[in-house]
């Protein structure tokens, strides 16, 4: 299909409105196609994401359980972290962040699913891997801050907590969904 | 499944290092379970976000293009938006969006699918509604900001833009994978 016409806004100047660590957000000085301006469109900055759909040999999904501070919540997730460096590649972000928070490598990883978190307003992707016949070669290693526990899941447990909404971060419910819809339809 | 435990942080205060209109980011001094504290963990605020499967009588998606200034593309899109008012309610919101966008309204809507944008630093969720039957019921209403393309999709061009990754945007994607998972298993 054709892509649609990209009708760029121009941008006239940038700043930092707040540039830490663990947050920076740009304001933008734009112009639209249509002249309108906004002297403050905000970009929240950040590395590219990963994440990783990682199966044993025997078939259970690696799972993890953590605490969010967005939602106050602590539910099911895929293993997921950052890229820690504008350099780090996905694939080797995604399988130090798989050993570092269960212990599980190795396996055959394939790319799977690129996102974008936010187009709207923020300027990274996010990247799904999925790492099949993985296993446990190490045990866990947290940083201080991290309270991660790990869970061997069968795909009918998976699939019941997508379909409950229990996994919930749509960066994490876009790839599963995809992988029942073309790997394991269950129609 | 046994939902896992809670491992709740402790706020001891909190201030916002931004609230504008567009960009609200709260700085929280928490504690956590281990006695770790973090002095500003960071939270971006939003209100819930919703967004739309519109399908028509005769089998097609409304769909939009849109430029993301985040990304500095124009994508094709499903139509999406803002609860704009902390009260109103996400089906509103998303009725309001369709007609506002494309001009489409009317059909049987459900809810489809619930998703946190990021668990981890937003405290808003998403919503998706299916809509099948929706009808043109007026012209768009855009405001001055928005250049909004609509476009009437088959089924089969939605799939393949899904496929081909030209629909980028996570909460997009999962819903529209879920979509494809449930109600049109293509194997």
Redesign the interface.
């Known amino acids: 299909?054709k892509?649609?016409?990209?009708?760029?806004?121009e941008v006239l100047s940038s700043r930092y409105?707040?540039k830490?660590p663990?947050?920076t957000?740009r304001?933008?000085h734009?112009r639209?196609?249509?002249g309108?301006e906004?002297p403050?469109?905000?970009?929240?900055e950040f590395y590219n994401w990963v994440n990783v759909i990682a199966i044993t040999k025997d078939g259970d999904f690696v799972m993890i359980?953590?605490?969010?501070?967005?939602?106050?919540?602590?539910?099911?997730e895929l293993v997921a972290g950052s890229c820690d460096k504008a350099d780090e590649s996905p694939l080797e972000a995604a399988q130090r962040e798989l050993l570092e928070e269960t212990g599980y490598g190795n396996g055959h990883w394939t790319p799977f699913?690129?996102?974008?978190?936010?187009?709207?307003?923020?300027?990274n992707?996010?990247f799904t891997f999925l790492a099949e016949g993985v296993e446990r070669i190490d045990t866990q290693h947290l940083e201080?801050?991290e309270?991660i526990?790990v869970?061997l899941l069968s795909e009918d447990?998976v699939y019941?907590?997508l379909v409950t909404?229990?996994i919930?971060?749509?960066?994490m419910?876009?790839p599963l969904?995809?992988y029942?819809?073309t790997r394991r339809?269950?129609?």
Request: hydrophobic share 35%; net charge negative; glycine share 2%.
């Open positions: 299909m892509k649609p016409e990209n009708r760029k806004w409105v707040v830490e663990w947050c957000v304001g933008d734009v639209l196609p249509n309108m906004f403050s469109f905000y970009v929240y359980s953590q605490y969010r501070h967005g939602l106050r919540e602590t539910r099911y699913l690129t996102m974008a978190p936010n187009s709207a307003c923020q300027n992707l996010a201080s801050s309270d526990q869970h447990e019941e907590l909404e229990e919930i971060q749509a960066l419910s876009a969904w995809k029942f819809a339809p269950r129609h």
